[in-house]
């Protein structure tokens, strides 16, 4: 008695015809019964591929770019009140340096130079420390505050 | 060049010009993608009204998620699975069921039922000369089949048979498994085939 091929072997003859195994062919050409299995999957795939494209009633393109943020100018912005607060905090250490520089340098009278090198290095590690960390707070916060 | 690396380059040069700046570039990603935008979104949302909210949130999380874009997919591919998420997600917050079968009980063929099927399946082949009619009768059946199909098996059908993409690349979409897609699309075939001989032995009858 012949054996059937299988639903999915019909589908894969119909449809995946490149990778079709030789014993398919080979059925398909003495098995009436599954060659009328693939007009039917035929006729589907053909009504599947008939089915209108769906389209917006309304212009995505326009409506989307109406929403999209500026972020060049805003960059750009930050970038500006930034080198601003950088230039209004040298001015004001310059000008408090400028202004105590007899205090300051009567501060130092009399310390060995090597205390001077550490009390420095000391301070521009904590500082450069402190900028590192606040920088990586920020960098969190953003990633935090972009929901997308 | 080949078609791949002529999207690539385009991809690149696009995405580079949104990053620079420049929106109109984006407008052309959402011209040259918003069909398969289109096509997920009728697919997997039933709401009319909803449908153009997901659509702008899908851009908008693009846009946003423009700058981590590795190049490691087509442009679209990764626009698409964004669509895909988007409508999942809203589906799951509506607590929609993506698996849910809209067919009716006795849609399912049973051993005697098949053998009213294979006749269907015969007059069909017969009748496969007169096309035009038969491709009328069956498209509008399947419009109903396919809106009857789970909301998954659904996607896959029209991503593979109308937007032509390939098994890895549906599975990139959807999350799933090249294989997993495969045996999915077989299963929603099969259904739709169920559903047309059904529905034409049933017209047949009339």
Wanted: hydrophobic letters at 45%; charged letters at 25%.
């Amino acid at each position: 008695m012949l054996k059937h091929l299988t639903d999915d072997e019909v589908q894969v003859y119909v449809v995946d015809k490149q990778n079709v195994e030789m014993r398919i062919i080979e059925h398909m050409h003495i098995c009436a019964e599954c060659r009328a299995k693939t007009e039917v999957y035929r006729l589907l795939i053909s009504g599947i591929e008939q089915q209108p494209r769906p389209v917006f009633d309304f212009d995505l393109s326009a409506s989307v770019l109406k929403q999209l943020p500026t972020p060049q100018l805003k960059a750009a912005n930050d970038k500006l009140v930034t080198w601003i607060l950088v230039f209004v905090s040298i001015g004001f250490i310059a000008g408090a340096v400028y202004y105590f520089r007899n205090q300051l340098a009567s501060m130092f009278e009399g310390v060995a130079t090597i205390f001077i090198y550490l009390i420095a290095i000391s301070a521009i590690t904590v500082i450069a420390a402190l900028v590192f960390d606040m920088y990586k707070k920020y960098q969190k916060e953003m990633k935090v505050l972009d929901l997308y | 060049m080949s078609s791949n690396t002529w999207l690539h380059t385009t991809d690149r040069r696009l995405v580079e010009r949104v990053l620079g700046g420049d929106t109109n570039a984006f407008g052309i990603i959402v011209k040259n993608t918003e069909n398969l935008v289109a096509r997920i979104i009728f697919d997997t949302i039933a709401n009319d009204g909803d449908r153009k909210d997901i659509a702008q949130d899908i851009y908008l999380k693009a846009y946003q998620k423009l700058p981590t874009f590795k190049f490691q997919s087509k442009l679209s591919t990764w626009i698409a699975q964004i669509s895909y998420n988007t409508c999942i997600d809203h589906l799951r917050k509506k607590k929609l069921v993506l698996l849910q079968n809209g067919f009716e009980e006795k849609e399912n063929v049973s051993e005697n039922e098949m053998l009213d099927v294979m006749n269907a399946a015969k007059e069909i082949s017969a009748e496969a000369a007169d096309t035009i009619v038969i491709e009328k009768n069956i498209s509008d059946i399947l419009k109903t089949g396919i809106a009857k199909l789970p909301t998954v098996y659904k996607t896959l059908v029209t991503l593979y048979h109308n937007e032509e993409l390939s098994y890895d690349e549906i599975g990139q979409i959807t999350g799933l498994p090249a294989g997993t897609v495969k045996s999915y699309l077989f299963r929603a075939r099969r259904e739709l085939k169920n559903h047309l001989l059904l529905q034409y032995k049933k017209e047949d009858l009339c």
